[in-house]
């Protein structure tokens, strides 16, 4: 029987289906507990390519249909077409993936009519309660009936950009396997931009890397498409689409803050004035394009739940994140890599000049990235930076923001790891290091203790079965991977990084 108090994370429902976390019976429940949850006459449900989606999306459905209420069975389709038909249909919908995690996971994206967002505080919790109590069927059961979503998400895409105005720019796309090979070739025919494809077969093994393209080891294989052809832009999508990284013609990745204020000056020139939301990560720069460009910047919470809620407060036309999660108001304020990828596609068209270019006018930063510090104690370690940055300018919106008129960081804790999220900008990378080393020291005397291995050296490990993060277990003096769960031995602070040598999850 399925975890639930592991599986319910705060956006979504997430676990390894190899060890029973997620199996077709808990998916069973759950989607009793969402159909009788949102109490509508239909509700769409779309899966991944992963070898368990068949089985679990099967038993969410048939939840569904247990509640008397009819399914729209999307089949395989990009995340990004769930939430089109949620729009369009005005019907609650499923999406069955694990996203960017390894094969052997799987998860359940929930959203209400008009891809409203089911987060923790808005949904998810109540599902959960339900779902452990168990929700009895009804005599007459509902129907599930083939639906497809993915010719009409394309036309939505087209009714929001300008395909005549794409020019004839290269673009390689890397799908990594994922959905996104789905929607792809059906989107180019539709425009003169060039697309060299990779990896766009749909294949839950994701045999060639992880279909995570915020790691990036992951792009090495795009980049040197890219080099290869010539392209003028690259694309790199996760396993259920909804994301999207970018890369410029010389070869150099966008963050999501680039990225962010490139749309949003496109956006801007059709709708002076309109409302920017963006999360309080992002780069400084991007409200302060906004508001050169005439627009309103509204800063909000990380996650898309608090994104698209303030989206809908102030009307928005579009929202980022530096996680490569761009909402768009014509999209129901709903995430979309794809409709990101075209925006983008017409950025540059429009301009009539390289994407390495356009990017300099938006980037007078530097930036860390986001940066995973394993801690004991995180509330403590908080504490401790919030007493030694005493003076500062503090904001508590999400974690700790700390700021000074030319740098500023974030520390937050996660909730699901033993870890703070560290973001940091400065006016330049020597900047940037002395501020991540000072919070760094600071967090190191707070009760975190010495670590198994240098930090220099887990900064760039990762596993080598899945490429995923990896924590400390300092009283087994293993590190362990926080995606797929190996463990490596770590002797006298040489980790052995071999699988064959790594412990199963128990």
Not at 366 to 375: C, R
Request: glycine residues 12%.
């Amino acid at each position: 029987m399925s975890d639930f108090g592991k599986i319910f994370k705060a956006y979504d429902i997430r676990g390894r289906t190899d060890t029973g976390e997620l199996d077709a019976e808990g998916a069973r429940g759950i989607g009793a507990a969402f159909a009788s949850f949102v109490g509508a006459d239909r509700i769409a449900v779309g899966r991944d390519c992963r070898a368990s989606s068949p089985a679990i999306a099967g038993a969410f459905i048939e939840g569904i249909t247990g509640q008397g209420v009819d399914v729209l069975d999307l089949g395989e389709v990009a995340t990004d077409t769930v939430y089109y038909v949620a729009g369009s249909e005005n019907v609650p919908g499923a999406m069955i993936t694990a996203s960017h995690n390894p094969p052997e996971y799987n998860g359940i994206k929930l959203c209400r009519e008009g891809a409203a967002p089911i987060g923790h505080d808005t949904g998810l919790q109540d599902i959960r309660a339900m779902a452990e109590q168990g929700v009895s069927a009804v005599d007459a059961r509902g129907s599930a009936e083939a639906f497809d979503g993915t010719s009409g998400y394309v036309e939505h895409l087209f009714s929001i950009v300008n395909g005549p105005a794409i020019s004839n720019v290269s673009v390689a796309v890397d799908g990594g396997n994922g959905m996104a090979g789905v929607v792809l070739p059906e989107v180019f025919s539709r425009i003169e931009a060039q697309l060299i494809p990779l990896y766009l077969e749909p294949d839950g093994t994701f045999p060639n890397h992880p279909a995570d393209p915020l790691n990036p080891e992951n792009l090495v294989d795009l980049i040197a498409l890219m080099g290869e052809e010539g392209a003028d832009l690259g694309v790199a999508f996760d396993g259920d689409a909804d994301r999207a990284f970018f890369i410029d013609d010389q070869r150099i990745p966008l963050s999501g803050s680039t990225t962010t204020a490139l749309i949003a000056r496109w956006f801007l020139d059709r709708e002076p004035g309109a409302a920017i939301v963006h999360n309080l990560i992002t780069s400084r720069a991007v409200p302060e394009i906004v508001s050169a460009a005439g627009g309103r910047p509204i800063r909000t919470r990380v996650g898309h739940s608090y994104i698209k809620q303030v989206m809908a407060e102030t009307g928005a036309v579009f929202g980022g994140e530096h996680s490569g999660h761009y909402y768009f108001r014509d999209n129901y304020r709903a995430d979309s890599g794809m409709l990101a990828m075209l925006v983008l596609l017409q950025v540059v068209s429009e301009s009539g000049r390289p994407l390495s270019q356009l990017r300099l006018e938006v980037e007078p930063y530097s930036a860390s990235g986001e940066i995973n510090l394993t801690v004991d104690d995180q509330s403590g370690a908080m504490a401790a930076v919030e007493n030694h940055f005493a003076g500062a300018e503090f904001d508590m919106t999400d974690g700790l923001t700390v700021s000074w008129p030319d740098q500023w960081f974030n520390l937050r804790p996660s909730n699901t790891e033993p870890v703070l999220r560290l973001n940091v900008e400065a006016p330049d990378e020597v900047a940037v290091d002395e501020l991540v080393d000072r919070v760094r020291a600071v967090i190191g005397g707070a009760g975190s203790g010495p670590g198994l291995i240098a930090p220099e050296l887990k900064a760039i490990l990762v596993c080598p079965k899945c490429h995923g993060d990896l924590r400390e277990d300092i009283e087994n003096s293993k590190l362990e991977c926080m995606q797929c769960g190996l463990r490596y031995p770590v002797a006298d602070g040489i980790p052995v990084m071999l699988i064959d040598e790594a412990e199963s999850p128990s």
